[in-house]
């Protein structure tokens, strides 16, 4: 008689909960926008029960606020808002989309989404379109003034980047490992790579030679 598998304990809260959006923005305007969707993944191998709870219930509309998921399923979680009126521009209200495991009542994990409505998508593209422009001009800004502050001797360097250095060795050290199908070695088959993932690595590394070298004739920061 084979012994049923045991499943390891899980602890209260601790279970990642995978949730998009995470951010849900309704626009007064909009009404396409006042009915949004929270895609709800189970990437797990037993099945969840799951809650959405709100700060402010009387302000949304939630179909099917309590269900199940089964393993390695997703679910459509439909939010409306049936509220909309100018007092609550700029609002944030928060969703919290609690799951637990279907034998059991503690919650196993909970994710908060947060909510807000914009009186117009027009002016919220506007805005974010100068916020974007103001960072280019700073961003312009300072590098003109780090230009002018750089010394006219530009043979010294500061060493290539660490950003460099790093990718380098795991480029290196992803050629050192096992490639798919070889069997005599110790190191466990998730870490065998596929000759097109040591291609890319040893692609890579050609490019980081070249910056390396050329970073040694960038001129020092300021």
Same mark, same amino acid.
């Given at each position: 008689?084979?012994?049923?598998?045991?499943?390891?304990?899980?602890?209260? $809260?601790?279970?990642?909960? &995978?949730?998009?959006?995470?951010?849900?923005? =309704?626009?007064?305007?909009?009404?396409?926008?006042?009915?949004?969707?929270?895609?709800?993944?189970? +990437?797990?191998? =037993?099945?969840? %029960?799951? %809650?959405?709870?709100?700060?402010?219930?009387?302000?949304?509309?939630?179909?099917?606020?309590?269900?199940?998921?089964?393993?390695?399923?997703?679910?459509?979680? *439909?939010? @409306?808002?049936?509220?909309? @009126?100018?007092?609550? &521009? $700029?609002?944030?209200?928060?969703?919290?989309?609690?799951?637990? #495991?279907?034998?059991?009542?503690?919650?196993?994990?909970?994710?908060?989404?947060?909510?807000?409505?914009? +009186?117009?998508? %027009?002016?919220?593209?506007? %805005?974010? #379109?100068? /916020?974007?422009?103001?960072?280019?001009?700073?961003? /312009?800004? *300072? &590098?003109?003034?780090?230009?002018?502050?750089?010394?006219?001797?530009?043979?010294?360097?500061?060493?290539?980047?660490?950003?460099?250095?790093?990718? $380098?060795?795991?480029?290196?050290?992803?050629?050192?490992?096992?490639?798919?199908?070889?069997?005599?070695?110790?190191? +466990?088959?998730?870490?065998?790579?596929? *000759?097109?993932?040591?291609?890319?690595?040893?692609?890579?590394? $050609?490019?980081?030679? #070249?910056? *390396? #070298?050329?970073?040694?004739?960038?001129?020092?920061?300021?």
């Amino acid at each position: 008689m084979q012994q049923q598998k045991r499943q390891p304990e899980l602890v209260e $809260g601790n279970l990642p909960v &995978f949730v998009f959006p995470t951010e849900l923005i =309704f626009y007064a305007d909009d009404q396409s926008t006042h009915k949004q969707v929270l895609t709800l993944y189970n +990437p797990y191998e =037993f099945a969840l %029960k799951f %809650k959405v709870l709100c700060t402010t219930p009387n302000k949304y509309t939630v179909a099917d606020a309590a269900g199940a998921v089964k393993p390695q399923c997703c679910i459509d979680i *439909v939010i @409306r808002h049936r509220d909309v @009126r100018a007092s609550h &521009f $700029g609002v944030i209200d928060k969703f919290r989309l609690q799951v637990s #495991e279907q034998s059991q009542r503690k919650a196993l994990g909970r994710k908060e989404i947060i909510a807000t409505l914009l +009186p117009s998508a %027009k002016e919220q593209q506007q %805005k974010e #379109e100068e /916020e974007k422009r103001i960072k280019e001009h700073l961003t /312009e800004s *300072v &590098f003109f003034e780090q230009t002018l502050c750089q010394p006219e001797n530009r043979t010294a360097s500061s060493g290539p980047s660490l950003l460099t250095v790093f990718l $380098g060795i795991v480029c290196v050290a992803a050629l050192m490992l096992p490639t798919l199908g070889d069997m005599e070695t110790l190191v +466990p088959l998730y870490l065998h790579l596929s *000759v097109n993932q040591k291609l890319v690595a040893a692609y890579v590394l $050609g490019p980081n030679k #070249e910056a *390396v #070298e050329d970073s040694l004739y960038r001129p020092r920061e300021a």
